[in-house]
């Protein structure tokens, strides 16, 4: 028998079988279909060079964004009873709920961190829409209630990224109590004249925009970002009218007044430092 046919092609086959190809080096932009390697679109802020299109960041990364040097202490969350309702439709929400843990390393759809912005303490939140859709049940509104109330203690600002597809039907009227609950906490921030600030992300819906995402001091979009309760389509077939072009997003709400100001996500951090210290009345960060 041949011995370089029968063992050197093999183990040509072998070794070329280990290199497996990761998955996600390239990201397509959903507008356009432009192809941007993961690591530029790392470097650029999570946004398409070409399109300008804001594409989706997880909490970490948000908070990394935020914070100087990409470092802040996480806040604990509180417990709350993991399946009040013991609710089932095609799959347990018990499951739904260890899923969506596994895939996103988080324990519900808010992350929380305490640390400084351009030197000046601030406690953050952000929703993570790809847990269950940055949906709002117990654990989400008691996350909210905690960073509002720890950011009271602190006497510090408190910035929410807002990210969601609203209520959590799952835990039913449950879900509903955390918007009269997150507004309350909201108000004991601005009893000590601290400021609230919103920055929608897309996309921002339900019961999410109907409580403490629009409530803010100040409300800042990112480009594009759709806002609003019901869906377009849920619109357009209850009043049986085609919607105005660009309707829900983030420049058209600012043109109706909805919104303050429409941010590009590179001046965001810049953005949100100058609101901070301007309502804070803390000497605005020299230029460098």
């Known amino acids: 028998m041949n011995w370089i046919a029968n063992v050197v092609p093999p183990k040509i086959k072998d070794f070329f079988s280990r290199r497996e190809t990761p998955e996600n080096l390239w990201i397509k932009c959903p507008e356009t279909g432009q192809m941007v390697f993961h690591k530029d679109l790392e470097q650029n802020a999570y946004v398409i060079p070409g399109s300008n299109y804001h594409m989706r ?15 802040w202490d996480d806040i604990a ?16 929400y018990a499951d739904r709920l260890r ?4 895939k996103t390393g988080m324990q519900d759809a808010i992350k ?13 939140g952000v929703q993570d829409f790809d ?3 940055g949906s709002l049940g117990m ?19 408190f910035i929410m990224f807002a990210a969601s597809g609203g209520a959590r039907m799952q835990e039913g009227i449950l879900s509903l109590m955390q918007m009269p609950r ?8 601005r009893e000590i004249k601290k400021p609230y600030i919103v920055v929608l992300t897309n996309p921002t819906t339900g019961g999410v925009t109907a409580s403490y995402a629009m409530l803010g001091d100040v409300q800042l979009a990112e480009p594009g970002a759709l806002i609003g309760f019901a869906g377009p389509r849920v619109i357009e077939q209850t009043i049986r009218e085609k919607l105005p072009d660009g309707f829900q997003r983030s420049e058209y709400l600012k043109s109706h007044g909805m919104v303050d100001m429409v941010v590009h996500r590179h001046q965001l951090k810049p953005t949100l430092s100058r609101l901070c210290r301007l309502l804070t009345k803390a000497p605005q960060k020299e230029a460098a």
């Open 57 to 71: 960041m997880t909490a970490t990364q948000r908070l990394a964004s935020v914070f100087d040097g990409g470092r």
């Open 131 to 133: 847990f269950m859709g």
């Open 112 to 124: 929380l961190g305490a640390g400084e912005l351009d030197g000046l303490p601030v406690v953050v």
């Open 139 to 157: 654990a989400a509104g008691e996350a909210v209630v905690k960073g509002l109330l720890e950011a009271t203690e602190r006497a510090t600002p």
């Open 182 to 189: 997150t507004t309350v906490a909201i108000q004991r921030l």
């Open 77 to 92: 969350l509180p417990e709350v009873t993991t399946d009040p309702l013991k609710f089932r439709d095609e799959k347990r």
């Open 99 to 102: 899923d969506a843990r596994t």
